[in-house]
Each structure stands twice: as C-alpha cells, then as structure tokens.
C-alpha cells in the first residue's frame, strides 16, 4: 500500500511540476510571437488526464503494484525527460508554434512524429495495469486515443501552416 501512495505522489508531483513549466514555456513562445491551435479541445485534454491520475488516487491508493509494470512505467518517464529535454523551452501542454523556427529532428523526434504522445498513450495504459485495474486502462486508452485523433490532426495542421511560413521566407 506504501508504495502505491509514493508513486502516485510522484505522479501527482511531476505532472503539477509539468504544467508549470509548460505554462512557463508557453508564455516566453507567445512573447516571441508564437501561436496556439486547438485550444478549444485543450480542457478536454486536461480534464482526461486529471481524471485518470484523480481515479488512481481512488482505485490504487491501497492496491499492490506490479514491480514489472512499474519499472516498464519508470523507462516511460525517462522516455519523458528525454522529450522535454529535446524540446527545452518549445516544451508545452498545448500546440504551440513559433513562426520561422525550424522543426525539431533530433532525440526522439529522429524515430517518432509524436513521441511524447507514444509516452502518454503508454502511461495511461501501464499505471493502471501495474494497479491491476485492466478495465480502467482499457477505458482511459479508448479515451486518450479519441483525443489523440483530434490532437495529432490540429498539430499537424498547425506544424503545416508553420512550415509553409519558414518556406515562404
């Protein structure tokens, strides 16, 4: 039981700590004249993911965790740090592009299009596996796919309009 308690702290811990950076990031890019698309679904992001972490608190708080599962979770947030590294401060929540500058092609991004959301969509499914609690994985995965499927479509549309900008000028 101690041990679910810590990891969903630090779950808890890191995700507030994210949003401050990411507010952090997001107002120096708006000051350099950066842009947001999709904010009109960005709550809905937000609200799935405080309902996953608020349903961890109620289902797993007292539930023995798989050691497996959670070393598979803990790569995922090395996975993370290495996204948020490669990024710096062009690291946010929301959809942000900076007229001019240049996609990022290194770290991750040389394999993956998207890979902070490759993280995501395996966290959200890991955790409450290593909680056992398979239902709620499986219903929190359908759910971030589905947002996933408008996130991914408004990033690309926006990463399109940023690129045909620096090829413009």
Known sequence: MMLSIVVLALITAQRIGELFLAEHNTRRLRAQGALETGANHY???VLLHGAWLLGLWVLAWDRPIALS????????????VWVIATLGPRWTTRIITLPG??????????????????????????????????????????LNAAMMWVRIRSEAAALSAA????NLT
């Open 163 to 166: 690129t045909a900008t620096r």
């Open 43 to 45: 709550i809905f992001i």
């Open 69 to 80: 599962l959670l070393a598979v979770f803990v790569l995922l947030q090395a996975a993370r």
């Open 101 to 142: 500058a240049p996609l990022v092609t290194k770290g991750p991004y040389r394999f993956v299009s998207h890979p902070n959301y490759v993280v995501v969509a395996l966290e959200i499914a890991i955790l409450p596996l290593a909680f056992g609690l398979i239902g709620y994985a499986i219903v929190f995965t359908l």
